[in-house]
């Protein structure tokens, strides 16, 4: 029973929890259906008409769906820790990138290419730089001028996606070479998108874990003044925080770009930074900024991106999908919520005061 | 029960993770009395007063209130409330940014007809408390506009605003000055004529005779006994606090160097200010000599510090450090000269509440060291170890959190943080508030050996007994002006009062 309990304590206690519960529904619906239980994590390989292995099955379908959520989370987890606020402009950072990649790459005005206008990587490390400049704008409104970060990053919420567009001159911009569907299609038998996010949270992982920048951006986070009398440049750190999560919102933006190889400013990101504020929160981060736990965001995002495979594999239309993400929301934010765990506290005090009375 | 008796705890155990806070402790308070709660730090004080007001689940013991029958057992401040049992706690718990009047009203507001707050009414009740307590204060102003002082008075008048029976104040006074004090000490008397029980936890000794009638001590958890102040002198209370016999203070002295004028210097300071807090002074501090700042709370003493810290940035003059002019733009090139700040709202600006005890003493080291050079683990492991034990932190383990730890522990903290930098000059400020006395002796030896090591240091403290004892030199500020300094000859309790207050001489 303490165990138990000690384990619930965990910070990754939630997103793991969520995880297998999410298994769980997917296990129960394929028993239903009278398909093997476990199909959900079956993995099989398939040969794709150009003659390739691939391997496809819906857990590898979650993770590479979730592979944008991901990215964004690592930034996100940062930004939410620094600065106790969230940065909600990273959907629309994301689609401005690719909108200014695919320009690039086509020609500005022109909506249908095959062959490259530059070079592919002059396009991608444009798209990217682009977003940590807006990464950099957000955290120098957020740590130099003290603008609350919701405020601040509501600015590109709203322009982000409009110049974006702007740059595509109004239109959905196709780029029809198969080098630029690389990084949204397959590196061998895997998505290429996984191997990205993995590649992703590894660096940042082995920064970490190597370096003191988790203390640095943690004691800004926990306690501001504190911080700085003791040596550290809150504002510095705030800001490169926001540059980082620009980055993260670059490369996924090229990445889900690629996937549609097109520059589709009106719909690329779309919500997405709904997701990675929810995957900071169900990796049991505090939104109220702080310590954070980078694997629990990771955990958070796939979870989430499980939740949207299960229901379409459920047949819920993709309209219906966010009402039935909202009431996951809503379960998780009440589980955490103080009452509620106070409540939980007192219940299992009573159960132990009533065995010992026994 | 007995009529005369207000409150009476029996038997009470707790405890946290890794330590037994309380072990089997008796506490009984008459009604209209004025009784201490004393001990070192770590003793345990905090833990009963919660027990009593329902933060923390006591295992064992029983609590009794007058009127109420049969035991009580709280279930969190605002059942204890109900139950007639107010509390200020030791650091301040209110909303910096809500009005005095909210602050004062929270949770209890007067309603309008149609069930909104009615804030008229609230800010004139507000008014008119804080008029009856003396004080000189808008209501309708953010707390954070007033001084750590003003916030705890109000935090007082909270308390004793609402229909109480047992008081309790857990250091009350750590942050006033003595014209502060003493308006609190009228209203404690006023309340006890009244018959209502207070329980008064301090670390000041002469406070305790100024004002209790009776004394309780606790030691490790224990209780050691109940007296009343007759039969406990200053001597004796110091020794049952501490468990030992008291080793004469004032001795501790060092008979090193008086005269400093060929010493060379550490730092010179012309004409710095920072507007709005400090008005220009100049300041020179010999290697190895103690500095210490003086002056009523508010004077200037934090804010002079704090300019040549960098902490609030210097906006004329200019600064020497070992001989070369410098600039300060931020604490961190303060630190890359060798210097360290230990703050006085160690709550607001010291410590990482949730970082370990072992984070927080290498924080300032990784500063220094950049955010790309990582202090290995083992090395930090080893630099906690050593100054836990060296200033003997009460942690149950170099990885709890610091918000877990007492005050006093706490502060023991950030003064390792700092010593783990080897600082050339330190500033403390308020290093030994809130702090029990046998430690407060061991952070002044501290300070004698530092300066006999050849590091400079300012000391800024309340307490001028400390000071005198401590510092070779002090310089006297006055409404945000140094206004003189005083030499060793003239350094007695007098003389420094004399000084504070004003006058002709020292001008
Ligand atoms: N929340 C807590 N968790 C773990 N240990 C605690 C906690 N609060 C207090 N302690 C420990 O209990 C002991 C008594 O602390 P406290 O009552 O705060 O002392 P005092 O107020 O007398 O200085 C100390 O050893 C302290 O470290
Ligand atoms: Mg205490």
Redesign the interface.
């Known amino acids: 029973m303490s165990k138990i309990k000690s384990l619930t304590k965990k910070q990754l206690f939630l997103p793991i929890f969520s995880m297998i519960l999410v298994m769980l529904v997917n296990v129960i619906y394929d028993i239903a259906c009278g398909n093997p239980p476990l199909s959900f994590f079956q993995i099989a390989t398939q040969t794709t008409t150009s003659g390739n292995t691939i391997l496809f099955g819906r857990l590898i379908d979650v993770l590479n769906r979730g592979s944008e959520v991901a990215i964004l989370a690592i930034g996100m987890t940062l930004v939410v820790s620094a600065s106790a606020g969230t940065d909600i402009s990273v959907g629309s950072v994301m689609s401005l990138s690719g909108g200014l990649c695919c320009m690039l790459l086509a020609g500005y005005g022109v909506t249908n290419v095959s062959e490259y206008k530059v070079p592919l990587i002059v396009g991608i490390l444009a798209g990217i730089a682009l977003a940590v400049v807006c990464g950099i704008f957000n955290g120098f409104l957020v740590a130099y001028l003290n603008i609350q970060p919701m405020v601040a990053t509501l600015i590109l919420w709203s322009a982000g996606r409009a110049i974006g567009l702007l740059l595509c001159n109004s239109a959905i911009v196709y780029v029809r070479v198969p080098s630029f569907q690389f990084l949204g299609s397959y590196c061998g038998f895997l998505p290429t998108p996984i191997l990205v996010a993995a590649l992703c949270i590894l660096i940042t992982a082995l920064v970490l874990k190597f370096t003191a920048v988790g203390t640095f951006v943690q004691a800004v986070g926990i306690n501001k003044k504190a911080a700085r009398i003791s040596g550290f440049n809150s504002s510095k750190i705030i800001l490169i925080c926001y540059a980082v999560c620009g980055l993260c919102a670059g490369i996924a933006g090229i990445v889900a770009t690629s996937r549609i190889y097109s520059a589709d400013t009106n719909n690329i990101g779309l919500n997405m930074e709904l997701d990675a504020i929810l995957a900071v929160a169900l990796g049991g981060n505090s939104l109220g900024g702080g310590k954070f736990n980078l694997a629990g965001s990771i955990i958070g995002a796939y979870t989430i991106q499980a939740i949207t495979t299960t229901l379409y594999a459920l047949k819920v239309s993709s309209a219906q999908a966010p009402v039935y993400k909202a009431i996951v929301v809503i379960l998780i934010v009440v589980i955490q919520s103080e009452p509620v765990k106070a409540y939980f506290k007192k219940l299992s005090a009573k159960k132990a005061a009533a065995k010992e009375a026994n | 029960m007995d009529s005369n008796i207000a409150l009476t705890m029996r038997g009470i155990c707790m405890t946290f993770p890794g330590v037994k806070a309380l072990d089997n402790v008796d506490f009984t308070l008459k009604k209209g009395e004025i009784r201490a709660l004393m001990g070192e730090n770590g003793a345990g004080k905090s833990t009963l007063i919660k027990c009593l007001t329902g933060v923390n ?1 006591f295992e064992a013991g029983e609590i009794h209130v007058d009127g109420i029958e049969g035991p009580i057992i709280n279930k969190d401040t605002m059942d204890a409330q109900k139950k007639g049992i107010s509390t200020v706690y030791q650091e301040v718990n209110l909303c910096p940014n809500l009005s005095v009047a909210e602050n004062l009203y929270i949770g209890r507001e007067p309603l309008t007809k149609i069930g909104t707050v009615n804030r008229r009414k609230m800010n004139q009740m507000a008014a008119q408390l804080m008029k009856d307590l003396d004080l000189d204060i808008d209501v309708t102003q953010n707390l954070e506009e007033y001084s750590l002082a003003l916030q705890q008075m109000i935090a007082i008048a909270r308390a004793v605003d609402m229909e109480s029976k047992v008081l309790i104040l857990d250091e009350p006074t750590s942050s006033l000055d003595d014209n502060e004090v003493e308006k609190l000490f009228g209203m404690m008397r006023r309340l006890r004529d009244q018959g209502v029980g207070i329980i008064f936890v301090t670390h000041f000794l002469e406070q305790v005779y100024a004002v209790c009638d009776g004394i309780t001590v606790l030691r490790n958890g224990t209780l050691v006994g109940e007296y009343s102040v007759e039969e406990l002198p200053r001597v004796k209370l110091v020794a049952a606090m501490m468990g030992k016999d008291f080793d004469d203070l004032a001795s501790i002295k060092p008979e090193g160097i008086n005269d400093f004028s060929k010493v060379p210097l550490e730092i010179e300071a012309k004409g710095l200010s920072h507007p709005g807090t400090i008005k220009p002074f100049d300041l020179d501090i010999h290697k190895g000599e103690v500095v210490g700042l003086t002056g009523l709370l508010g004077s200037g003493r934090s804010e002079l510090a704090r300019v040549i810290y960098g ?1 609030d940035k210097a906006h004329t003059g200019t600064l020497k450090v070992d001989g070369k002019e410098v600039k300060i733009k ?3 090139d303060a ?1 890359n000269l060798g210097m360290g ?1 230990l ?1 006085d709202d160690r709550k ?8 370990s005890v072992r ?1 927080n003493i290498v ?2 080291m ?10 290995p683990m083992a090395k930090q492991i080893e630099i906690a170890d050593k100054f836990i034990d060296m200033l003997q932190i009460k942690t149950a383990s170099r990885e709890t959190l610091i918000k877990q730890l007492s005050g006093g522990n706490q502060q023991k903290v950030i003064l390792a ?1 700092w010593l783990a930098t080897e600082p050339d000059f330190l500033i403390l400020d308020e290093p030994t508030r809130g702090i029990d006395i046998g430690t407060k002796t061991e952070i002044q030896k501290l300070v004698i050996k530092l300066a006999e090591e050849g590091k400079s240091v300012i000391f800024i403290s309340s307490e001028i007994e400390e000071m005198l004892r401590t510092c070779n030199r002090m310089a006297v500020l006055r409404d945000g002006m140094k206004v003189g300094e005083i030499g060793m000859e003239e350094m007695t309790q007098e003389g420094v009062m004399h000084a504070i207050a004003g006058g002709d001489h020292h001008e």
């Open positions: 689940k902490a931020a604490p961190i630190m700040l703050p607001a600006e010291g410590i990482i509440g949730d970082m984070e924080l300032a990784q500063a220094k060291q950049g955010m790309f050079k990582k202090i943080r």
